[in-house]
């Protein structure tokens, strides 16, 4: 079964500062991967995924994901934090194979940007 | 706005009632899955429904059931509510049985439920 981790339920980081939020997978087949972000009191919103097409994905807002399989990872990043980034973070995997391709996701992770 | 509907947004019930939860996915999207996010447990997927039929089942209580009607919408019922039950329960869409496709996945803002 496919399964999510990510490191650090909580990041905090300075305004204009890297983002790096951290997620590892457990998969038996390629995986299909994606993020999402959270804000307060409001739905989950696609932000990327890998389909295995690129190895580095953009997505909106200015976040990009890299998958490297040696490393089963899947970390997002930004060059530069910004005060609208502040909200909760998850990444998903997709399951695959017979009828199962629900989205497994892992715990979290709350961004804070400080001024 | 995603596409995706859910409604009520806010529901607050006594423990033992009934519920009815309802997502009416984006247009042209055949498959619904329901999710429950709590504190303790994050998010949970609960069940999956495509073009009409139940076709993946996750930790989804015996309390609980689900059905996607012939206009694509969905209901999740929740019975014999218990405080633990009181969660954020989203719905996602996505045209295919896989979640594959250019979109993937798309969200609603959830129902909030609190049990009393």
């Known amino acids: 079964a496919q399964s999510v981790t990510q490191l650090g339920s909580h990041v905090s980081v300075s305004e204009g500062a890297l983002v790096l939020l951290r997620c590892n997978y457990s998969?038996?087949?390629?995986?299909?991967l994606f993020w999402y972000v959270q804000y307060p009191n409001q739905g989950l919103q696609l932000l990327l995924k890998?389909?295995?097409?690129?190895?580095l994905v953009k997505g909106i807002n200015g976040f990009e994901a890299e998958f490297k399989k040696s490393e089963t990872s899947f970390h997002l990043t930004k060059p530069s934090a910004h005060m609208s980034d502040a909200a909760e973070y998850f990444c998903a995997v997709r399951g695959s194979g017979g009828s199962n391709y629900k989205l497994t996701f892992g715990k979290g992770t709350l961004l804070t940007v400080n001024p | 706005d995603s596409g995706v509907t859910q409604t009520p947004k806010h529901l607050i019930t006594a423990t033992g009632q009934r519920v009815t939860l309802r997502c009416s996915p984006r247009?042209?999207?055949?498959?619904v899955y329901w999710y429950q996010q709590s504190l303790d447990q994050g998010l949970q997927f609960l069940i999956q429904?495509?073009?009409?039929?139940?076709?993946a089942k996750g930790n989804i209580l015996e309390r609980f059931s689900a059905q996607q009607f012939p206009d694509l919408h969905s209901e999740l019922n929740l019975s014999s509510l218990e405080l633990g039950d009181s969660a954020l329960y989203f719905c996602?869409?996505?045209?295919?049985?896989?979640?594959?496709?250019?979109?993937?996945?798309?969200f609603g803002s959830g129902t909030r439920l609190t049990v009393v």
């Open positions: 890998y389909t295995s097409a690129a190895t």
């Open positions: 429904y495509y073009n009409g039929e139940e076709r």
């Open positions: 998969s038996s087949v390629p995986p299909y």
């Open positions: 996602a869409s996505s045209p295919t049985g896989t979640g594959g496709g250019g979109v993937g996945y798309t």
């Open positions: 247009s042209g999207d055949l498959s």
